[in-house]
Each structure stands twice: as structure tokens, then as C-alpha cells.
């Protein structure tokens, strides 16, 4: 699958998401195996889509109907 198919958009990269970085033990900071210690909204070139890194969005609350907003 490549990013079109899973709606990235440009964004959306950065190295929280990447296949190419982990999260730092003791900080927010990203270690990158390319780059070195990041901040995690830090966005480079050597992008490489991680899907299972990704947090999907939360759905937005339906509001609560009543019978009376059924009635013509």
C-alpha cells in the first residue's frame, strides 16, 4: 500500500509516524536511525510511512435526537 491508498497527506509526516524513528526512553524526543534525536513533529526527506504507529482520529460525537425532531 503506498500513502495515497492510506490518506496521508503531507501533514501528516512526521517522525512519530515513521518507520525510521522510536520513541526516546526518558523524553517526547524521537531517536532516528537517519537523522538522530528529533523533536516528534520534525518532518525530513528520508519519510518512510509507518502504519501501525499511526493514532487514528477520534470520531466526532453524534448529537442525541429526540422523537419530537422526527415529527413532520
Not at 490518506?7 to 538522530?36: F, P, V
Amino acid at each position: 500500500m503506498d500513502k495515497k491508498q492510506m490518506n496521508i497527506t503531507k501533514e501528516d509526516y512526521c517522525c512519530a509516524i515513521c518507520a525510521h524513528g522510536k520513541k526516546a526512553a526518558d523524553s517526547d524526543m524521537i531517536l532516528c536511525s537517519k537523522k538522530g534525536v528529533l523533536q516528534p513533529d520534525y518532518k525530513c526527506r528520508k519519510f518512510k510511512y509507518d502504519p501501525l504507529r499511526r493514532q487514528p482520529r477520534l470520531m466526532p460525537t453524534l448529537p442525541e435526537y429526540t422523537f419530537d425532531d422526527f415529527k413532520l
